[in-house]
Structure formats: structure tokens, C-alpha cells
């Protein structure tokens, strides 16, 4: 295994930034960005030829590296930019009628929320967001809390595998089962997930997943995949009508066409995907990530300690990987971040769920537990000061 300040040396990250925010943006390792200004100079040496006529073949290439990678067809993988530009593929032509529901939770990022509400209240159905309850106790309380929100009028799910905010791993498999009972459609919005925790999406059996590959698989930024399962594919009409509606030479696939065919398009970062694999199994990236869980949740304890605050969950791999939450109480969160990045070089986020708070700590290769130290430090100091 390569050690941590070898894996440090990989990274472009600016040295003098204690970088706590892998969950954000990722960040890319020198090899896979060589990749990535590669295939972006093979684009401006040729354009024609590297968008007109390779466009089909690289793609091609890239999406079976990332298919063997999640364990799915790679004729039911499409990339995107991000994953809520996946989700507004999905709920756009989802054919919702009035009254119908979509179930999710409270604990959703964002973006998602309000590209829920936008097209549910244009089609005057509702978007559910469950409360779910924290700290969460077991797999079995957030089951039981997420199913309250269930009724005749449900029509899908849609669920994190990893939060944003609060970063929980969620019981997904087992919910997307028990939605299938139900006859629901699945929907899971995975963007923490791929080389973060192991993804087979063959086991998982969501109808519909998005994750993005320039976080926790540190490609570009600007990639990230939506995948659906065979039987759904019709159900969806391209966010953007170009060339592959009606195509004149269509593909052996409609949803390749639809949502892959654009015309002017740079789809570089898309293509460092084998680059990204390959980069992980060189470097023995499951035994990376299960060290940095090990320094995420060794820390959980006394950050809680310093904030007065309480674990969001129990402290094991079903619920914590990478990144972590912690409670924070602070009438300022944005301004809070801002200065621990403009006084202490500490890059971290201090982040809003409705009207909880959460100090968030991401955990990569090149972090050691001076990152943290200084972190904490720094939160000392900040309550000393009488400033938080």
C-alpha cells in the first residue's frame, strides 16, 4: 500500500489548507487531471473528429470501465454533469398527477428538495419529507421512521444512500426492497457514494441511480452518472432535446441517444473514469478508505466533547464513512466557515439543515490527524474567545 505522505504528494490540493471538505467538490490526483488535460487536447487539436465521429466509441469505453466498477449494464448508464442535473431528468418526466406523493426524507441535500417541490407542485402532487429523527438509534429506526410517510397516494421514494448535510449512510438496500413490495419506484440519489463505500447496484436493485464520480472517485469536476433500469428507460425524455431525438443514425439505444447526444459538448472529465479506477486499484483505495473511516470515527467523541453536542448515530461503518457531522450551535454558520478558512487556513463546512446546524469533517488520503488536531484547536479557541 502507498503511504499517506506519497498519497499526499498525488494531490494538487494547496499544502498550506488544513482540505477537511473532500465531500464538497473531491479533489483530483495529478494522474487522473493528466488524464483529464489529455482527452481536453485531443479535443482542441481535432474537434471534428474527437466530438462528431469518437464521441460514441470513448464514451463507450469509459462508461463499461465505470458499469464493471458499480457492477450494471453500461448500455443503463448516462453521464451528467451532476446529480441534480440526473434528478431533474427524472422528475420532469415522471408522469405525476394530482394528489400523487413522492416519500424522501428531511435530511435530503438541497438541490434535490427544491427540484422536487418545482415539479410536484407543477403536476400538484407533493413532495414528502419524512422527519427523521436524530441521533438515529439502529437501520431499524430509520426504517420505521421513513415508512410513516407512506400512503395510498405514494407513487416513488427518493432517498440518499449518504446524506450531505449530515453525512448518514442510510439502510438504502433495505428500503428500496421494501418499496418494491409495495410496487413503488425507486429512486436513489447515491452523489457520496462511488469510492466511498462499496456500490453494486446489481444488489441493490434501485430502479433509478445517481452518483458522482468527481467526488469520492476524484475525477474532473462536471461527472457524474445517472443510471436506470432497462424497463424505465422509455419513461424518460431528454432535460435538453438535441441530436439524439429523432436521431438521424440512432444507436441500439434510445436512452444512450436521448440523454448523451448533445452537439457541442467538451465531455473530457467523463472519460477519465478508467484512469480513476485504475488510479484506485494501484493505490489499494479500499484499504485508503477504510483507514480515513478509522480517523473519522476516532474523532467523533471529541468534537462532540468540545461542542456539547451527541454522536448522530452510532459510531460504526453501517452508518459513518468518510465524512462526519457534528451538532454545532451557531447563530452564524457562513460566517463561522469563512473564518476558520480565512484565519486558521482550515477548509471545512459548517452546514444548514433547516434549522439544525452541522460542523462536517471529510476524511481523505492525504489527511492526517494534525488536520484534525488543528480543526479542533481551533474550535477551542473560537469558544474561548467567547465567539461560538
Avoid at 462499496?198 to 445517481?210: F, G, N, Q, R, S
Avoid at 462526519?324 to 486558521?344: G, V, W
Wanted: hydrophobic share 40%; aromatic share 12%.
Amino acid at each position: 500500500m502507498t503511504d499517506r505522505a506519497q498519497l499526499k504528494s498525488q494531490f494538487l490540493l494547496d499544502p498550506g489548507i488544513a482540505y477537511l471538505n473532500f465531500g464538497s467538490f473531491g479533489a483530483c490526483p495529478k494522474p487522473i487531471f493528466g488524464d483529464y488535460q489529455k482527452w481536453q487536447l485531443l479535443l482542441e487539436r481535432e474537434p471534428v473528429q474527437f466530438i462528431a465521429m469518437n464521441s460514441s466509441a470513448n464514451l463507450e469505453t469509459s462508461r463499461k470501465a465505470l458499469a464493471a466498477y458499480i457492477h450494471c449494464d453500461a448500455d443503463d448508464l448516462v453521464y451528467t454533469s451532476n446529480p441534480s442535473y440526473a434528478i431533474n431528468i427524472i422528475a420532469k418526466s415522471l408522469e405525476l398527477k394530482a394528489g400523487d406523493e413522492i416519500l424522501s426524507t428531511d435530511i435530503e441535500y438541497g438541490a434535490m428538495d427544491r427540484t422536487w417541490n418545482y415539479y410536484c407542485r407543477k403536476a400538484r402532487a407533493k413532495y414528502v419529507r419524512q422527519p427523521i429523527r436524530l441521533p438515529v438509534q439502529s437501520k431499524e429506526d430509520i426504517i420505521k421512521q421513513f415508512w410513516k410517510g407512506y400512503n395510498e397516494r405514494t407513487k416513488a421514494i427518493f432517498i440518499s444512500q449518504i446524506t450531505s448535510a449530515t453525512a448518514l449512510i442510510l439502510p438504502v438496500k433495505e428500503i428500496c426492497a421494501m418499496a418494491k413490495e409495495r410496487g413503488l419506484l425507486t429512486i436513489v440519489d447515491g452523489a457520496h457514494v462511488p469510492g466511498h463505500i462499496a456500490l453494486d447496484l446489481a444488489e441493490l436493485e434501485a430502479d433509478i441511480y445517481t452518483g458522482a464520480c468527481h467526488k469520492w472517485m476524484m475525477t474532473p469536476k462536471g461527472c457524474s452518472f445517472l443510471y436506470v433500469k432497462k424497463e424505465y428507460q422509455p419513461l424518460f425524455d431528454p432535460l435538453v432535446v438535441s441530436w439524439g431525438y429523432e436521431a438521424a443514425m440512432p444507436s441500439h439505444s434510445q436512452f444512450l441517444d436521448y440523454h448523451q447526444m448533445q452537439g457541442t459538448r467538451d465531455f473530457s472529465a467523463f472519460l477519465t473514469v478508467p484512469k480513476a479506477i485504475d488510479f484506485m486499484k494501484e493505490h489499494d483505495w479500499w484499504t485508503v478508505a477504510a483507514n480515513c473511516r478509522k480517523m473519522v470515527q476516532d474523532n467523533v467523541a471529541r468534537f462532540c466533547e468540545l461542542l456539547g453536542s451527541k454522536p448522530l448515530c452510532p459510531v460504526t461503518d453501517d452508518f459513518l464513512g468518510q465524512m462526519c457531522s457534528i451538532p454545532i450551535k451557531t447563530a452564524a454558520p457562513e460566517q463561522l466557515q469563512r473564518h476558520l478558512f480565512e484565519h486558521y487556513k482550515i477548509e471545512v463546512p459548517v452546514m444548514r439543515q433547516d434549522e439544525q446546524i452541522f460542523l462536517r469533517y471529510s476524511i481523505n488520503a492525504f489527511n492526517t490527524q494534525d488536520d484534525l488536531d488543528r480543526l479542533y484547536e481551533a474550535i477551542s479557541e473560537i469558544i474561548k474567545a467567547g465567539e461560538l
